[in-house]
């Protein structure tokens, strides 16, 4: 299987969230998290997949001149656009508000970019998946944010919680891709090393 493929890399996860550490876990691969901060920052002209694909390289930079060989460090980044514009995570209660409100009665694109990056290669690439919510009441939106605090989570959501149960009417695509790590790509691009 892929884990004993891999057992010559060290396997170097750079993310802080919980629902990749657990996705990539539940892949049954051997890792370390490692995190280094990076100003997500990113040119304003990029657009959809071209914005999560420039921060999950970002998110590589710092850690490129210490990589050893048989190291393989894994970076990633995920978005909402939506009304064509990236949604990422609120800095508030007013923002994580606005944001489901934006979401509500409509279809929006959750696209995520891995950056697997080693001392001699760097791969990226990237997955999107549609949602569809129905109408969010204010009350609904306003308990999410109050018993989930989404503030950690692009859009203001996580699929697998409250709001995602009773909201969500369609999704085409990867349901672990809106929950931030498209894991079925991830295991292909690894099988292929």
């Keep these: 299987m892929l884990s004993n493929k891999l057992s010559k890399y060290t ?23 490692k995190i280094k901060e990076v100003k997500e920052v990113y040119p304003k002209e990029l657009k959809q997949a071209e914005i999560t694909d420039y921060l999950s390289t970002l998110k590589a930079s710092p850690f490129k001149s ?18 064509n514009k990236a949604l990422g995570k609120p800095k508030n ?18 696209i995520t970019s891995i950056c697997i990056t080693n ?18 009441l204010d009350e ?4 999410y944010i109050t018993n989930y605090k989404p503030f950690d989570k692009a ?6 919680e409250w709001i995602g149960k009773i909201g969500i009417t369609k999704i085409e695509g990867s349901y672990f891709n809106v ?10 691009e690894l099988s292929k090393l």
């Design 11 to 33: 396997i170097i996860l750079a993310s802080n969230s919980p629902r990749r550490q657990e996705l990539i876990k539940s892949l049954d691969i051997p890792f370390t998290v």
């Design 119 to 136: 001392k001699s290669f760097q791969h990226v690439f990237n997955d999107t998946t549609t949602v569809t919510f129905r109408e969010l």
């Design 93 to 110: 209660y007013e923002e994580a508000f606005n944001m489901i409100k934006e979401l509500s009665n409509a279809t929006h694109k959750v």
């Design 155 to 160: 859009g203001a959501y996580g699929i697998q």
């Design 66 to 83: 210490e990589l050893q060989e048989n190291d393989l460090l894994i970076t990633s980044d995920t978005i909402v656009w939506s009304n």
């Design 140 to 143: 609904e939106i306003n308990y």
């Design 179 to 188: 929950m931030g790590f498209p894991v079925h790509k991830l295991y292909k």
